[in-house]
Each structure stands twice: as structure tokens, then as C-alpha cells.
């Protein structure tokens, strides 16, 4: 089923400002039988937010829900070294939810309750990822395709298990079939304890600006269910923004915090009525430091080739010299590593931030591999 997103009235300028002012004090946000304090949640963006980038996050505090990378239900149950990875947790990186994906239910359901058995809270049903990969399976955004299939698909999945599941999905398919306001309320019905709306749709991949107005008319569709708004959040006032705009329960930032790891903090300080302050240039350098400190801790040496991934975002916030920035790309040692960053320190000064590279190679569409 189709339903077009309700429209919003032109925002004059005083509307404009006001929406950038800072919510309401609010209570701790319920999500099943979970309470979370923040309602600025980690978004999961594949190959980026693992273990040791929530552990780094976490330690610059604000931040509340994360949730894992996605996670083929297959590989789970087969007990795939991958997916052992990806789930990989400890004390220090709570709340978490796991998000799972198939285009089959019962691989859904089996790894849910897999997930319950093994001392997981929260579990994530993804509706979301454009990736052709995963679309072609049947999972990710394909789901939204049937909304009942993808209804009774879910409602079996809350069924089987008693931690609180979840959805993360888009606004539909394509412009013609925007069907997350349905799709939410007859999840809401089945018993799921909260959807992230991605506020684009799969064609868009990540292309265009997020639909606000959509994530308001999923908001509107539902009675009482949490619904957290996702895409384009870069600065405490975006937040605030897509909250006052849209109504959401909170806001799920992705690629928001690859850009600037402080925001989950600046959002915090800024919602006890402080004026955030930018990250000195060491303490950016601290933080990429720390980052590898925790990827090595889990993966040894072959964190060298995981962080290569991370070099542009790093060489943007940070204006790391082109041929440092280059070299961290092709990293293939710890002590390499440690050169690299001792010449950044020196270097600092030498080039101003720039537009993340990273930024440019997220996939632009539902066909690109990421």
C-alpha cells in the first residue's frame, strides 16, 4: 500500500529559527522495556561503526543507543567469523541493538532469537540498505515493497522473542511508492517497539536532501510508537531541527558522527544549556589515536587494512596533508601507524579541513558497492 507524506506549510524565517531552538526538556525515552537518558542515537552505516568507533565515541560521552553494522541472519547462525565481528560488544558499549537482514523470515526469526539466547537486548530489523546486494536477497529496502508480507514477516519476529525489535527502514522505494507511514502504523500494531526512518528512499540512495515532511507523516501515522529520525544530521542544530520539524521520539546519526565524533557531546552540553566547544586539533588527533588503540585491541594487525577506510574522514576534520592522508589509505603496519601520526602532529598547521573525500564515495545510489 501507498501513502503519500502529508504537507507541511512553508516555513517563514521566524519558523526557521525557532525549529534549530532546543527541544523541550523531555523523560528518559522507553523503547520496549529499555530507558535510554539520550535520545541521540548511533546510526549504523556498514564497515564504519564496529566495535572499536562506538567504544571511541562512547568515551566522549552523549551518546545512547548504537546500534551494530548489519548483519546477514545466515552468517549469524552459521557462526561466521564475520559476523562474530560485526556483533562483537562489551560492557563499555552499552545500550546496543543488533541489526539483522534476510529476505527470508525464518532466517530473521532463528537469528533474533539467537541473539536473545546469547544475552543481546535489543534487535534491528533492516528495511533500509539500497544496496543491491542485499536487495536482490530480498532484504534490506526490498521489504518496504509489500508492507503486509513485510508486517507479518516482523510479526513473527516479535512473537519469538521478549527483547524489544525494532525497524530501521526508508521512506519507500522510490517517489511512487512511499509507504514508511503505513508500513510504521502496521508495525506499531504487530508490537514493534520503534522504527528509524531514514527520510530518503531507495532510488535516492544517498543522493538529495532528507524529506523531513515524510518523517513528520510516518510520526503522524503512528499512535504511540517511538519513531527516530535519520539522515543528514551533521550539527547539534540539524538535530534539533529534524525534532522540532518532524515530531520524532530522537535522532539516529550515521555519517553525522564520522565527520565530527564530538557531536553525540555537543548535543549533550548544548541540551544542558552550554555553549559546545570544537575539539582542540590534538584532541581530533587523540581521537583518531584512540580509534586505532581499540580496532587494534580486537583485530591486531590487520587493523591496518580495516582503518584504511577511515583515512578520508580523518583527512578531512583534521586537514591531514594529502601524502600522509595517502599513506594512511595503503597503511600496512602499527608502527607505520605511529610514524604517520607523529608527522600529522607535526604537519598540523600545514593545510586547512576540507570536504571529506569519504563523503563523495558513499554510495550515491542502490546500485554502488559499499
Excluded at 147 to 155: H, I, K, L, P
Excluded at 261 to 277: D, E, H, M, T
Aim: glycine share 8%.
Amino acid at each position: 500500500m501507498t501513502t503519500e507524506p502529508q504537507a507541511m506549510l512553508p516555513l517563514d524565517a521566524a519558523s526557521r529559527e525557532a525549529s534549530s531552538e532546543k527541544p523541550v526538556d523531555e523523560p528518559p525515552l522507553s523503547i520496549g522495556n529499555r530507558q535510554f537518558s539520550s535520545r541521540h542515537f548511533l546510526a549504523p552505516l556498514a564497515g564504519y561503526t564496529h566495535l572499536a568507533f562506538r567504544l571511541a565515541l562512547r568515551e566522549l560521552g552523549g551518546l545512547g543507543l548504537a546500534t551494530t553494522d548489519l548483519v546477514q541472519a545466515t552468517q549469524l547462525l552459521s557462526n561466521h567469523r564475520r559476523a562474530g565481528q560485526l556483533i562483537a560488544t562489551c560492557s563499555a558499549d552499552q545500550p546496543l541493538s543488533v541489526q539483522i537482514f534476510s529476505g527470508r523470515s525464518q532466517e530473521l526469526i532463528r537469528a533474533a532469537c539467537w541473539l536473545q539466547d546469547h544475552g543481546y537486548a535489543g534487535v534491528d530489523i533492516n528495511m533500509g540498505c539500497p544496496m543491491a546486494k542485499i536487495t536482490g536477497q530480498g532484504g534490506g529496502a526490498r521489504l518496504m515493497c509489500d508492507s503486509d508480507q513485510a508486517r507479518d514477516t516482523v510479526a513473527r519476529v516479535v512473537s519469538a522473542v521478549s527483547i524489544p525489535v525494532s525497524v530501521k527502514m526508508r521512506l519507500g522505494w522510490d517517489r511512487h511508492q512511499i509507504t514508511a507511514p503505513e508500513l510504521a502504523r502496521q508495525l506499531e500494531d504487530v508490537g514493534v517497539a520503534a522504527v528509524t526512518v531514514h527520510g530518503r528512499t531507495r532510488a535516492q540512495g544517498f543522493h538529495g536532501e532528507v524529506d523531513l515532511e515524510a518523517i513528520q507523516a510516518t510520526v503522524e501515522a503512528v499512535h504511540a510508537l517511538p519513531v527516530i529520525g535519520n539522515g543528514d544530521v551533521r550539527t547539534v542544530e540539524d538535530a534539533w531541527r529534524m525534532r522540532r520539524l518532524t515530531g520524532c521520539a530522537a535522532v539516529a546519526i550515521g555519517r553525522g558522527a564520522m565527520l565530527d565524533p564530538w557531536i553525540f557531546q555537543k548535543l549533550s552540553v548544548a541540551g544542558s544549556g552550554q555553549v559546545p566547544a570544537d575539539p582542540t586539533t590534538e584532541q581530533q588527533i587523540q581521537f583518531l589515536s584512540r580509534h586505532f588503540e581499540l580496532m587494534v585491541e580486537q583485530h591486531g594487525e590487520y587493523s591496518c587494512v580495516l582503518f584504511r577506510k577511515f583515512a578520508g574522514w580523518y583527512g578531512a576534520k583534521l586537514g591531514v596533508p594529502m601524502d600522509l592522508e595517502d599513506r594512511l589509505r595503503r597503511l600496512t603496519s602499527l608502527s607505520e601507524f605511529h610514524d604517520i601520526l607523529g608527522q600529522i602532529r607535526q604537519r598540523q598547521d600545514e593545510h586547512r579541513p576540507r570536504i571529506a573525500t569519504a563523503l563523495i564515495k558513499t554510495p550515491n545510489g542502490p546500485v554502488e558497492r559499499w
